[in-house]
């Protein structure tokens, strides 16, 4: 299993590097080519919702992404630090101005996702959270004949 770890400031800018990244490590993964345009807006998606998080949270940890490369599969984890209560909660003394248009863009995103990446897993605690989504991958074409 090998495993590629990014990990980038909590800005805007380097969403784009997360998603060429993202594909380029899918590509050699053997993620078929049709579904590269969805891993990459996945990825994007998952970053900017983990950059916002920080962002509206004062963390200045720096967001990670992992992208891990199995046997017939490939996975990419997005991680944040931003503490969350259950989802419906009302986390006490959340920064923002309307917590609930915050909570309306997140839950947008997630919808984005789902809509985009048919394995998905989402996990949010106090400790923070993250998103793993996970694309079947083909076998080389060496390995074919």
Request: glycine share 8%.
């Given at each position: 299993?090998?495993?590629?770890?990014?990990?980038?400031?909590a800005?805007?800018?380097?969403?784009?590097?997360?998603r060429?990244?993202?594909?380029?490590?899918?590509?050699?993964?053997?993620?078929?080519?049709a579904v590269?345009?969805e891993?990459?807006?996945?990825?994007?998606?998952?970053?900017?919702?983990?950059?916002?998080l920080?962002?509206?949270?004062?963390?200045t940890?720096?967001?990670?992404?992992?992208?891990?490369?199995?046997?017939?599969?490939?996975?990419?984890?997005?991680?944040?630090?931003?503490?969350?209560?259950?989802?419906?909660?009302?986390?006490?003394?959340?920064?923002g101005?309307?917590?609930?248009?915050?909570?309306?863009?997140?839950?947008?995103?997630?919808?984005v996702?789902?809509?985009?990446?048919?394995?998905?897993?989402?996990?949010?605690?106090?400790?923070?959270?993250?998103?793993?989504?996970?694309?079947?991958?083909?076998?080389s074409?060496?390995?074919?004949?």
């Open positions: 299993m090998a495993t590629v770890e990014l990990r980038f400031s800005l805007p800018e380097h969403v784009r590097t997360a060429l990244v993202a594909a380029a490590v899918a590509r050699r993964a053997g993620v078929d080519e590269l345009d891993v990459r807006l996945a990825v994007g998606e998952a970053c900017t919702r983990a950059v916002g920080h962002q509206s949270s004062g963390i940890a720096p967001v990670k992404v992992l992208l891990i490369e199995e046997e017939k599969q490939f996975s990419i984890e997005v991680g944040d630090e931003a503490p969350r209560s259950a989802p419906g909660d009302k986390a006490p003394g959340a920064l101005s309307d917590p609930d248009a915050e909570t309306e863009e997140d839950e947008m995103g997630l919808a996702i789902s809509g985009l990446v048919d394995d998905v897993e989402v996990t949010a605690g106090e400790h923070g959270g993250s998103i793993r989504m996970t694309w079947p991958t083909t076998p074409a060496t390995t074919l004949s």
